[in-house]
Antibody, heavy 115, light 108 residues
């Protein structure tokens, strides 16, 4: 069974950089796309971006200038960096596997941006 | 605002049939996928592609598509189906992925 386990800092100050990592256990790492999706408190889901095992990336244009998704195939992990965070970036961040549909999700990490 | 539009809330009587819709230009050429999310939990995939049911999803869930509208139908809704439902597909450019705003389903 595929499991995604994610971690990272949960409290940031404005202008800091958000950093999260997602480890994939079970199943194949190559041949899939790996995604970050977020959900502000009480609101809907927002796709942040995707990466494949070769490092091909695709980002939400509304976040593209601040987002970097990277992959470490030796560890079956992928990571999210979001720079210059503001209160608007406060959300539960999820990692997920899929290309257009997301079959497996991480447990979610609440990231709060507050001074 | 999202490029995929969903009704914010829908209700259904226990055991009755309910349809949750998702509208967007991209749905004329791309299928929607559907997710169920209960409070405090990560979303789970329900349906994807033309009519693929995710593993473990009861067969009372089905999907259909017509024009710019994709629909998730629950035939004989159960109390445990009460949740938020999200659709997802390509944006209008066809380059990125987007989610609908979500529909809160209440089972009465």
């Amino acid at each position: 069974q595929v499991q995604l386990q994610q971690w990272g800092a949960g409290l940031l100050k404005p202008s800091e950089t958000l950093s999260l990592t997602c480890a994939v256990y079970g199943g194949s790492f190559s041949g899939y796309f790996w995604n970050w999706i977020r959900q502000p408190p009480g609101k809907g889901l927002e796709w942040i971006g995707e990466i494949n095992h070769s490092g091909f990336t695709n980002y939400n244009p509304s976040l593209k200038s601040r987002v970097t998704i990277s992959v470490d195939t030796s560890k079956n992990q992928f990571s999210l960096r979001l720079t210059s965070v503001t209160a608007a970036d406060t959300a539960v961040y999820y990692c997920a596997r899929g290309f257009g549909w997301y079959s497996f999700w991480g447990q979610g990490t609440l990231v709060t941006v507050s001074s | 605002s999202s490029e995929l539009t969903q009704d914010p809330a829908v209700s259904v009587a226990l055991g009755q049939t309910v349809r949750i819709t998702c509208q967007g230009d991209s749905l004329r050429t791309h299928y929607a996928s559907w997710y169920q999310q209960k409070p405090g939990q990560a979303p789970i995939i329900v349906m994807y592609g033309k009519d693929n049911r995710a593993s473990g999803i009861p067969d009372r869930f089905s999907v259909s598509s017509s024009g710019n509208t994709g629909s998730l139908t629950i035939a004989g809704a159960q109390a445990e189906d009460e949740a938020d439902y999200y659709c997802s597909s390509r944006d209008s450019s066809g380059k990125y992925w987007v989610f609908g705003g979500g529909t809160k389903l209440t089972v009465l």
